[in-house]
């Protein structure tokens, strides 16, 4: 192992700024806005996790969504920020008659039989447009994308990728609608 050695800041006074001219704009691929599972791991929460716990884990990382998967890393569904608000869950654990401590993320999660996705070969000839737009049109922050041929998750698409890379400001409070960035891109 090495031991690396740190230099003073002190007379540095220049910021190297990208000469790549490769900005995202709603007409480019939309391969561009593609987080791709082949190329970076998904997110993932187990299914025992309890549901506090997630919303800890959230808060943490800044995360709006996760996939849920079990002890076997199957895909059961998906948890979001806004599934695990407070009252959603004082709801819950009152109708199952149970403490908030004791509910499970599977408890709260959209389960995947209730979820819509893109397919891989179709978003891989469509623009960024296209893809906002239909994620627009059905009120979404996020959107799975399958590979049918493969038969898996193939990866996502997020409104706060879309946001950083159409350069678009958004509120990190709150997730970003597709219906703000795509008012504001245009």
Known sequence: MRNLELFSTASIDHLLWSS???ITKL?????SIFTDFDHSQPMVIDSSTHA???LEIMNKTHGFMRLVVDKNNNFLGVITKHRLLHRKMVKLANKFGSSLEELLVTEMMIPRDKLM???YEQITTANVSD??????QNGL??????DH?????RGLISANDVARKLRVPIDIEQPPSFMHIF???I
């Open 149 to 153: 041929n493969q038969h898996h998750i």
């Open 20 to 22: 790549d001219e490769d």
């Open 52 to 54: 506090l716990e997630a």
């Open 183 to 185: 008012k504001t891109a």
């Open 117 to 119: 996705a893109l397919d």
């Open 131 to 136: 893809v906002v737009r239909a994620l627009q």
């Open 27 to 31: 007409s480019s691929p939309a391969l």
């Open 141 to 146: 922050h996020h959107i799975l994308v399958v």
